[in-house]
């Protein structure tokens, strides 16, 4: 019997409880590498077996559908998995010299607990399992958030938690009155069930459908929900920054989804006018989050409302409601999850080298630090969307699926929106490279821990923009899986 | 009407709780009473979650000689979760209350806003 | 503090600890389990660490004891994994019978591992934002 699915997650989970017991004798710091390099292999194991036998559940305690905790290990799992334990590892091999010695054992204990949640949550197929990894990744997340001793990341820490726990209040809201309509948690027995329910109980489940859509959304900055991101996302180290923007926001909208395809199914979507809902929200949340970006002076404000417009994207891949739609969202959130992280760790070793924060400051950035600026450069015209890099290819998607749902106003908006983009990324790096500047800064290199999860990211995009034909397929199995 | 409203009191009741806690949440600028606030609603759930599992005429469910019917254990099972998790962040959040006034020596948020806005 | 104060506190510990003992062992078979019987022995330790201003159990033993326990409950996990079945899968051979303490193969032990982590864990949030008020 295959158990990988569940080996991750208590790789993750016993590495964090080692970590107390060594801090203070020995540097928690490749215990957390090594722990995240194995789940690496893991993942790929899994994704092996996944190719060759096809889709699987896992049942915790062999408990069958009903009454035990289902994992359900399909394309969308595989993929994803793939995706958070690559990024964590570069994240995690990048934080050496940023962390003070006196947080380490915390930043690292929570860093792994968050690897947790977010595997977790992509696994999960019954509502007590996803609310349980929600919980556990809403307080890790802003854990991290704090942990930087500063005035300001406390308060954006705690706006963070609090309106992340009402979002939790609202989901298991959401959750009891479902619980209360159908009689069963599993998402595949709800799928089944639910239509027959709502003929009783047509309330309970229009409001249940709601809740979810706020209560995810607050967590995973749906339009006029975003409003603690900013903050949460410029004021904290960067590696936290860099995980927060890449892959934290981005597996709420992960499970809102698994529960909107796969518990309430075809069927039930029309009975709240939710795609159009959706439509608008990401319309809105495009075009707030570039603008706002544009009149930013701060390069890692600038970064977090960039993540407010990207996340519209995947909520409007979703919206769309189609196969190739969805899979334009799932290739988004796997190509931005890539290339935001790459943004951060760059530009925080820009902030941590010269100690200035301005995006006036990078102009002839290029000539003193080359390396970062060309993996920045990468990134972000990746961000804009040229073709060769890796956010083509998903925008692409995403503009086809809005032909196929017939909607020809949104590949205008796509293509308004990457206009909007090349306005605040493309002078950062036209002005580094072809200006001079001024800089009185010394500096001694990289060291190899910060540039080669750099180069790997930045390889990573190029790869994907250049051949993206492997990754097309396997997302568009995922959607399929889900939306047949 | 009455009949439906008395047949659902549980119901009504935890949404009054609810609209308390978000209310005191809101409008009380002391950060300890929002996380009070915070902590209201989520027991406002948790209320909300035990009514949904009541059978009329159980009793408590523990296997005993001599019962029939049981109140539903599920909702228990969710409720004890989140009240490990309400724990968890209330005791978060008031360690943060802590820092922020080691940081701006007071726990008035209009004035930590108008401590901000003059450093800044 | 009160000599009055001290004494009630020092009084009242080992009663609180058999009371919490007592909800966690017998978890299985009346209303409590794992999470309720720490939290009152935490609630004892926190008693008369606010009695006395000294720390009945030292920091570094609860944070010793918070991983342990969290290590064992993980790998008690893995027996149902050696036996052949999926993760944390019960075992046949202990269930016994029903409202009897010995019974329900691994949930007493899953009861109290719980019981360890959640008192210890709760010992140290105290002890934790107690040092914040020192540093102020």
């Given at each position: ?65 009903p009454f ?108 009891s009155l479902i619980y209360m309509a159908t009689g069963n948690l ?11 329910a709502?003929?009783i109980y047509?309330?309970n ?280 | 009407?009455f009949k439906a409203i008395f047949a659902n009191l549980p119901f009504l009741a935890a ?31 948790f209320l909300f979650l035990l009514a949904s599992g009541y059978v009329g005429g159980g009793s408590a469910p523990v296997i005993r000689a001599g019962t029939k019917t049981y109140v539903n254990p599920l909702p228990s099972a969710l409720i004890l ?40 | ?27 299985h078979i009346s209303p409590g389990g ?64 029903g409202g ?37």
């Amino acid at each position: 019997m295959n158990h990988l699915p569940i080996l991750i997650i208590l790789l993750y989970l016993g590495s964090a409880l080692l970590i107390p017991l060594l801090a203070g004798r020995f540097s928690s710091r490749w215990l957390a590498v090594a722990a995240a390099a194995l789940a690496l292999i893991l993942s790929g194991l899994s994704a092996w077996h996944v190719a060759e036998g096809g889709t699987y559940s896992y049942f915790f305690g062999s408990h069958s559908a009903p009454f035990g905790v289902e994992f359900a290990v399909d394309w969308v799992t595989v993929l994803l998995h793939l995706t958070i334990n690559f990024i964590g590892l570069a994240i995690l091999v990048y934080c050496n010299k940023e962390i003070d010695f006196a947080i380490q054992s915390w930043f690292y204990t929570l860093f792994l607990l968050l690897m947790v949640a977010l595997n977790g949550l992509v696994m999960a197929y019954d509502l007590f399992a996803i609310f349980l990894f929600t919980e556990l990744g809403t307080l890790t997340a802003c854990a991290l958030v704090a942990v930087k001793p500063k005035a300001l990341c406390v308060e954006a820490a705690f706006k963070y938690l609090i309106l992340s726990t009402l979002g939790s209040g609202l989901i298991l809201l959401g959750i009891s009155l479902i619980y209360m309509a159908t009689g069963n948690l599993n998402l595949g027995a709800l799928g089944a069930t639910l239509p027959s329910a709502y003929t009783i109980y047509p309330w309970n489940i229009r409001i249940a459908l709601s809740l979810f859509i706020v209560g995810f959304g607050i967590k995973s900055a749906l339009f006029p929900l975003h409003i603690w991101l900013p903050d949460a996302h410029s004021a904290s180290l960067t590696p936290t920054s860099a995980i927060h923007s890449s892959l934290v926001v981005k597996i709420y909208i992960i499970a809102a989804a698994r529960i909107i395809f796969q518990a309430f199914g075809d069927s039930l979507i029309s009975v709240l006018p939710l795609p159009q809902v959706l439509l608008l929200l990401a319309t809105f949340g495009i075009f707030a989050g570039s603008l706002l970006a544009m009149l930013q002076t701060d390069i890692k404000r600038m970064l977090a409302y960039s993540t407010v417009a990207q996340i519209s994207y995947i909520f409007l891949g979703i919206g769309l409601m189609t196969k190739t739609g969805v899979m334009g969202g799932l290739l988004h959130v796997i190509n931005h999850g890539i290339m935001k992280s790459l943004l951060f760790l760059a530009a925080g070793t820009i902030i941590a080298k010269t100690g200035s924060r301005k995006i006036e400051d990078l102009s002839g950035m290029g000539y003193r630090m080359p390396l970062t600026m060309t993996v920045f450069s990468i990134g972000a015209l990746s961000m804009v969307g040229i073709p060769g890099f890796s956010g083509y290819v998903s925008k692409l998607y995403l503009a086809f699926g809005a032909m196929e749902a017939g909607k020809p106003l949104f590949v205008v908006i796509i293509l308004l929106s990457s206009l909007l983009n090349a306005f605040y990324y493309l002078p950062i790096v036209v002005r580094a490279f072809f200006s001079p500047g001024r800089h009185n800064f010394t500096w001694d290199g990289l060291s190899w821990q910060e540039a080669v999860p750099m180069l790997a990211l930045a390889a990573v995009t190029i790869y994907f923009g250049l051949l993206p034909g492997v990754l097309v397929n396997l997302a568009k199995m995922a959607a399929a899986g889900w939306l047949n | 009407m009455f009949k439906a409203i008395f047949a659902n009191l549980p119901f009504l009741a935890a949404l009054l709780v609810f609209l308390i806690g978000f209310y005191t949440m809101l409008t009380h600028s002391n950060l300890i009473k929002k996380v009070m606030g915070l902590n209201i609603m989520e027991t406002a759930v948790f209320l909300f979650l035990l009514a949904s599992g009541y059978v009329g005429g159980g009793s408590a469910p523990v296997i005993r000689a001599g019962t029939k019917t049981y109140v539903n254990p599920l909702p228990s099972a969710l409720i004890l979760t989140g009240v490990v998790v309400g724990l968890s962040l209330t005791a978060f959040a008031l360690s943060l209350v802590v820092k922020l006034y080691k940081y701006y020596g007071t726990v008035d948020a209009d004035e930590i806003m108008r401590l901000r806005g003059k450093d800044e | 503090m009160h000599l009055v104060l001290q004494t009630v506190a020092k009084l009242m510990l080992p009663f609180l600890q058999l009371y919490g003992l007592y909800l966690i062992f017998y978890g299985h078979i009346s209303p409590g389990g794992g999470f309720a019987g720490g939290a009152v022995i935490a609630a004892g330790f926190i008693l008369y660490a606010l009695a006395h201003d000294a720390e009945l159990v030292s920091r570094r033993v609860a944070d010793w004891l918070n991983s342990l326990a969290g290590i064992i409950l993980i790998l008690l996990g893995f027996v149902g994994i050696i036996r052949g079945s999926a993760y944390m899968f019960n075992i046949p051979e202990w269930r016994g019978q029903g409202g009897q303490l010995f019974s329900g193969g691994l949930i007493p032990l899953l009861a109290t591992a719980i019981g360890l982590k959640v008192s210890s864990a709760v010992v140290m949030l105290y002890y934790y934002l107690v040092g914040e008020k020192k540093n102020v």
